[in-house]
């Protein structure tokens, strides 16, 4: 399975501004499954689970519309799975290289000592601080990221528009 996070767009079939109803048909069609099934019309977060690879979403909601796509990286180290940005595998690539490619493509890359940066011009957000046992360096620090957000809310802005 390839999840291609498309900024500003969504990941994979999943689209920004979409309704709850289509959100959720979406990460089904992808085989994701809901812990609770019952979300309504206007939730505020939906849990996606994909069984086989370990790989989540959370699905944000504002006002009934899809704003954020919260991706963690699978807990199956075997997954086939592929959480791919400009055909570079996010989950897979050691983050600093990945920081390193991404800047030479172009992107902004802002980084901060807490393991969480930013691609402020994609409205992305990655992360490697997470609780889950994922790949480890000599030094106790993870090697991939392990999360990635990518939402319609420009986060770098005074008003967060």
């Not at 809310?153 to 528009?161: A, E, K």
Request: aromatic share 8%.
């Amino acid at each position: 399975m390839i999840l291609e996070l498309l900024p500003e767009t969504g990941v994979a079939t999943l689209r920004l501004g979409s309704s709850a109803d289509e959100a959720v048909g979406a990460a089904r069609a992808l085989g994701f499954v809901l812990p609770d099934p019952d979300h309504g019309d206007s939730p505020g977060q939906v849990l996606c689970e994909h069984p086989e690879s370990e790989t989540d979403f959370t699905l944000g909601f504002t006002k009934g519309a899809l704003t954020d796509i919260h991706v963690y990286r699978f807990r199956n180290e075997d997954a086939d799975v592929t959480v791919a940005l400009d055909g570079l595998d996010v989950f897979r690539t050691p983050s600093e290289e990945l920081l390193d490619l991404l800047a030479e493509r172009g992107h902004r890359v802002e980084q901060n000592d807490d393991g969480v940066d930013t691609l402020p011009d994609l409205r992305m957000i990655l992360s490697n601080e997470s609780s889950f046992e994922y790949p480890m360096d000599e030094e106790g620090d993870p090697i991939y990221f392990d999360y990635v957000l990518v939402t319609s809310v420009d986060l770098w802005s005074p008003r967060g528009d």
